[in-house]
């Protein structure tokens, strides 16, 4: 992956938030890179990526924002199972709008959605991980793109 190549998941990110509620703009700090991937918070909602790129795409953030998210989409809430749904669907959707861009050949799978911050999951070795901050009604999540 080139550095160049995450702003097409900015891009991805903005238009999300946007198309939730286009009066609450997303604020997107300078993305930077890390010898792992992290930071995780509450919800991890993460993309096995294969084809033309290697790697993963994850998006984690708390639930306090995906409430929101949730109420904006008039859906329940409260409902737990709808909480963790909802971080899986953000990380199928940036991904999938990040596909659209790169072409066919970048091979996504369906979310698996991890809790709190201890958990195991096979990330690439090898890759750029890159941490991009996002803040959405004061509320923050990141976006990591770990791909080779």
Known sequence: MKDEDIQV???CARRYFHSIDPSSPLV?????VK???????????IISI???????????????????ILAELHDEPKDEN?????????????SGN?????GKNFLITVPVVVTGQN??????????????PLVWRNQHAYLLVCLE
């Open 9 to 11: 998941f900015i891009t």
């Open 28 to 32: 997107i700090e300078p993305p930077f």
């Open 35 to 45: 010898n792992r991937v992290e930071p995780f918070l509450e919800y991890t909602g």
């Open 50 to 68: 294969s084809g033309r790129a290697r790697g993963v795409v994850c998006f984690t953030t708390n639930s306090d924002l995906l409430r929101q």
């Open 82 to 94: 709808a909480i963790r749904d909802l971080a899986g669907e953000i990380a199928n959707t940036l």
């Open 98 to 102: 990040a596909r659209e861009e790169f």
């Open 119 to 132: 958990f195991d999951f096979p990330f690439p070795d090898n890759a750029r991980n890159y941490v991009v």
